[in-house]
């Protein structure tokens, strides 16, 4: 009964070469979210989507995009992705309900060779 | 600008003592404050919240104690079990009424409870 699935869990990828996380949700939340966290680090937001509105964050570089082409997947795109942009990728979603919180997937660990 | 501190990476406990870890906030407008739980190759998971209308908020063997004019509060753990090894997360929300919909997040306390 996961909730919000992120494939794959792990990735490798060359540098600059275009890699695509993807996050999926059976909650129903019409709000997704992708947070970067590299080590001992907090998780940093780089965007969200409320319903089909796309919010981007101040500081996210450009390097980075997304898309949401229904309420259940959310996709992000790194275009060109650097040395510096191996992390881990937390999806997450929120939506009315009992409990007034995020809810996070398990991540995917980007590598980049 | 770290909004939310934690400043003690990690803190090992032996099981069934008291676990104590703690955060700090300099913005003034957060006024919702939650704590999630993560193991590895997991995300997050919430743990317990409280409101800046409270001063403390009780979930079992968890406790959630907020001074507001110090902008600090504190998870404590009692008793503290080894499966409660994990790194916690504080996390704030300006809600002004509204919604958890944006969080601040810490950099996170590996806990480390020992036999």
């Known amino acids: 009964d996961a909730m919000v699935i992120q494939n794959p869990r792990y990735q490798v990828t060359q540098f600059g070469k275009p890699v695509t996380l993807s996050c999926s949700q059976t909650l129903n939340h019409n709000v997704m979210y992708w947070y970067q966290q590299k080590s001992s680090q907090a998780p940093k937001l780089l965007f969200h989507?409320?319903?089909?509105?796309?919010?981007n964050e101040a500081d996210t570089p450009d390097n980075f995009q997304s898309r949401r082409p229904n309420t259940s997947f959310c996709f992000l795109d790194i275009r060109s992705p650097g040395l510096g942009d191996a992390a881990m990728y937390l999806c997450?979603?929120?939506?009315?309900?009992?409990?007034?919180?995020?809810?996070f997937g398990p991540g995917t660990r980007l590598t980049v060779l | 600008d770290q909004q939310v501190k934690q400043n003690s990476p990690s803190l090992s406990v032996q099981e069934g003592r008291i676990s104590i870890l703690n955060c700090d906030y300099t913005n003034s407008m957060f006024d919702y404050f939650l704590w999630y739980k993560k193991y590895p190759a997991e995300g997050p998971t919430f743990l317990i919240s409280?409101?800046?209308?409270?001063d403390k908020n009780e979930d079992g063997r968890f406790t959630v104690f907020l001074n507001k004019s110090a902008k600090h509060l504190s998870l404590h753990i009692v008793p503290s079990q080894p499966g409660d090894s994990a790194v916690y997360f504080c996390a704030a929300s300006a809600r002004d009424g509204g919604s958890n919909y944006k969080l601040t997040f810490g950099k996170g306390t590996l806990l480390t409870v020992n036999p």
């Open positions: 997450a979603t929120y939506g009315q309900g009992a409990l007034d919180t995020q809810y």
């Open positions: 989507y409320y319903d089909k509105d796309f919010n």
């Open positions: 409280i409101s800046s209308i409270k």
